[in-house]
Structure formats: C-alpha cells, structure tokens
C-alpha cells in the first residue's frame, strides 16, 4: 500500500470486496434458483470435490452453522433440484456423503471455480512479505466479526 492509501480507503476496498461479492452471489442465485444457503453448499461441496475431499452432512451444518435438520431440508430440496444426490460412505455404510451432481457443476462450477482462480491468481501475484500483512489484516477482520457473534464461529474455508 502506497503512502496515499488512508484508513478510509482500506474500509473502502473492503466494502467494495464485500459488495461485489455479494453480487456475484445474487447474479448466481438468479441464474440457478438457488436460495444462499444452497448456494453456500453447492460451493462447499465444489470447492471440497476440487480439492478430494468428499462432505458429510455434518461439515455442511458446521459450515452453516445450522441445525442438523436445517441442513436435511437444504439437502433435500437441492436433491429434489437435481443439484446434490446421497451416496453411501464407502467405508461406514451408516453414514452418507453429499456430492454435487454433473447439472450442479454445470450451472455453477464454472463461476465458483473462475472467481477462486482469479483469487488464487491474485494471491500468487503478492510477495510472502504482501501475503502476510493480507493473512494479518483478514485474520483481524475475521476476530472482530467473531468477537461481534461469537455463536456464530465458521471454520476457515474458501467457498
């Protein structure tokens, strides 16, 4: 940041991130029938699937931070959708797995996954000693905004 950067213009970029962000959301859900909540899963489940990962109910609640049968009725109506389907966990046949179908990653694999690599793509373009001053400053964020609503603790996930 150069010396002609103040306070302002830092909360000002911030709103800035905040917005488009939220935009880019609505603009999905538009295009997808998707309510935020659904929408907030399927890029879970996306961003999960890129990286191997499969998603148990359970993490999509934590994520959330909703009830266990809140999350049953999101799964549910993105089933019925045609966005996520069940499968058996391949080890604990008890339990199930939720992945997104081919329709959902047709629909909005392609946005979420553009946005993450033109964030990766700015991420890559800082220095370790950039990265670290970002980390500090976001990490500051992410505390106040725990410290506001402590109930609401997410775990630390890019979706």
Do not use: W
Not at 11 to 33: F, G, K, Y
Not at 113 to 133: G, K, T, Y
């Amino acid at each position: 940041m150069g010396a002609s950067e103040s306070t302002e213009d830092v909360r000002t970029a911030l709103a800035r991130v905040r917005a488009a962000e939220a935009e880019m959301h609505q603009r999905i859900r538009a295009t997808t029938s998707l309510g935020e909540n659904e929408l907030r899963i399927l890029q879970l489940l996306l961003t999960r699937r890129r990286d191997g990962f499969d998603v148990k109910p359970s993490e999509i609640s934590r994520h959330l931070g909703i009830s266990s049968a809140s999350t049953t009725a999101l799964i549910d109506r993105l089933e019925r959708q045609g966005s996520v389907e069940r499968r058996t966990h391949p080890t604990d046949r008890r339990s199930i797995l939720i992945a997104p179908t081919d329709r959902a990653v047709d629909e909005v694999a392609d946005v979420v996954d553009a946005f993450a690599d033109r964030v990766a793509r700015a991420i890559d373009a800082l220095s370790v000693a950039e990265r670290a001053v970002v980390i500090g400053f976001l990490d500051a964020v992410t505390e106040a905004a725990d410290d506001i609503a402590p109930a609401r603790r997410r775990e630390r996930s890019f979706a």
